[in-house]
């Protein structure tokens, strides 16, 4: 069965406003999780890394105010999109490492329309 | 040159055939490797994780680790229209905590 979950699945939204997508560790507690951002057709390219307790992550390129993110616990992370434009429509996936070796488990992704 | 090569494919099979999908990487410090299927609209699902060099096998598929190469590979035996999906090649070093990374993605098209 499913270790991470999403919610929402997919969300339509105007440009202007802000959304909000969690990612659930089901059963185990991640004090990281990743945030991946994917294309139409391309591979997930890593948004930012999720820690409990502290700031995220960010990588090169990402806008930190435009893409927040809060570890609010040991199994919920969430990715704001503030401000969303057409350009930030995509499929939002997020992962969260369970086990002694770490082994990824990936949500079933949030797809974002943005009008 | 990028950390992890995949060709994308697309990749077209006859129902039963087998499938070899590769990857090659540059970053020694790679010590854990793992095959992930997407399905179109879904989240990647983990089909095989290996650490060390040689092959890992879970039913119809192979997991193969060369890392004086720096290669992987997976095979799909006995390939069915169901296995029409695009495979990552994934990857990350021995530090906890720290992010995968993803080849480009495979796109295999298994026809009946």
């Known amino acids: 069965g499913a270790v991470v979950s999403q919610h929402p699945s997919w969300v339509i939204c105007k440009s202007g406003t802000s959304v909000k997508i969690e990612c659930r560790s089901l059963d185990f507690q991640a004090t990281t999780m990743f945030w991946y951002r994917q294309f139409p057709k391309q591979s997930l390219m890593l948004m930012a890394t999720s820690n409990e307790g502290s700031k995220a992550t960010y990588e090169q390129g990402v806008e930190k105010d435009k893409f927040l993110i809060n570890h609010a616990s040991l199994t919920l992370s969430t990715l704001t999109v503030t401000s969303a434009h057409p350009e930030d429509s995509s499929f939002y996936i997020c992962s969260a490492p369970k086990g002694s070796t770490d082994t990824q488990y990936f949500g079933p992704g949030t797809r974002l329309t943005v009008l | 040159q990028k950390e992890v090569e995949q060709d994308p494919g697309p990749l077209s099979v006859p129902e039963g055939a087998i499938v070899s999908l590769n990857c090659t990487y540059s970053?020694?410090?790679?010590?854990?490797f793992m095959w992930y299927r997407q399905y179109s609209r879904k989240g990647p699902e983990l089909l095989m994780y290996?650490?060390?060099?040689g092959n890992k096998e879970d039913g119809r598929f192979t997991a193969q680790v060369d890392k004086s190469s720096k290669y992987i590979s997976l095979f799909i035996r006995d390939s069915q229209p169901s296995d029409s999906a695009t495979y990552l090649c994934a990857m990350r070093s021995n530090q906890a905590g720290t992010a995968l990374i993803f080849g480009k993605g495979t796109t295999l098209s298994v026809s009946s």
């Open positions: 290996t650490y060390s060099s």
């Open positions: 970053n020694s410090a790679f010590q854990y």
